[in-house]
């Protein structure tokens, strides 16, 4: 069932695709809590980048590429969105308290920032680490002996 | 030209959901995988010509990003089941 074939014309496009999917799940981070958009949905479009890149590369090239452990996204996000959370201590308000505010930035301009955004920031290295430890160990063959990464 | 517009957006609403129906058929009948595959991926073009639809007649941007959204999740879905049904296995150990 296995043809040896050259994926040219996929491993040239995914090379463009995937800079575009990912400015996109950036966009999609920072459209949210006004807009559709948030952690959830940008940290999926962040995976589904880095699953159209293993499907084409496949997961030697991947490792030698991509060096990071994508279970390690996940103690990461999890504090993060805690932190977030436990900030608000240091105010005197009750837990996960929400402000928000307009701030000037340097070239987007006025630009509405909420601490939702923490919290989100938390929420999308979640699902990315949860997102790509799952797909890759379905994908993973039985017989194969492959490392995730090294 | 409200009105008109009412109506042939009611009208394209119908009718792509009755196919979507007839692809969903096909999705589950299918004779042969590549049938699946096919369908799977058109019931997506579907879908975002439902959101683009529901888009003009509630009168709102917000889908436009929902639109941009379900084609990539499709166009991603779609390279799987092409290099499944092609190779057999989705994620290669190594490209040879």
Redesign the interface.
């Known amino acids: 069932?296995?043809?040896?074939?050259n994926?040219l014309i996929?491993k040239t496009a995914t090379t463009i695709?995937v800079f575009l999917?990912l400015g996109?799940s950036v966009y999609?981070f920072f459209?949210g809590h006004n807009?559709?958009?948030g952690g959830f949905?940008g940290g999926l479009?962040t995976s589904?980048a880095f699953?159209?890149l293993?499907?084409a590369?496949?997961?030697?090239?991947m490792n030698r590429v991509v060096k990071i452990d994508f279970k390690t996204f996940i103690p990461i996000g999890l504090t993060i969105a805690v932190l977030s959370g436990v900030g608000s201590f240091l105010y005197g308000q009750p837990f996960l308290s929400h402000t928000d505010g307009y701030f000037h930035l340097p070239i987007i301009g006025k630009a509405h920032l909420a601490t939702a955004m923490i919290f989100d920031l938390g929420v999308y290295f979640t699902v990315i680490g949860v997102t790509m430890t799952i797909i890759?160990s379905i994908?993973k063959?039985e017989g194969?002996q492959?490392e995730n990464a090294e | 030209m409200i009105q008109l517009l009412s109506i042939v957006s009611t009208v394209c609403l119908t009718v792509i959901a009755v196919s979507t129906l007839f692809l969903l058929y096909r999705a589950i009948k299918g004779p042969s995988n590549p049938d699946r595959a096919v369908a799977l991926d058109t019931i997506g073009v579907n879908l975002m010509a439902i959101t683009g639809i529901l888009a003009i007649k509630l009168k709102t941007t917000?889908?436009n990003?929902?639109i941009?959204?379900i084609g990539?999740?499709a166009?991603?879905g779609t390279?799987?089941l092409a290099?499944f049904l092609?190779?057999?296995?989705?994620?290669?150990?190594?490209?040879?």
């Open positions: 069932m296995k043809n040896v074939t994926d996929l695709i999917i996109f999609l459209a807009a559709p958009g949905i479009m589904g699953v159209l293993y499907i590369y496949g997961f030697q090239t890759l994908a063959d194969e492959v | 917000f889908f990003d929902v941009l959204l990539i999740l166009f991603i390279v799987a290099k092609e190779k057999g296995v989705i994620i290669e150990r190594s490209r040879d």
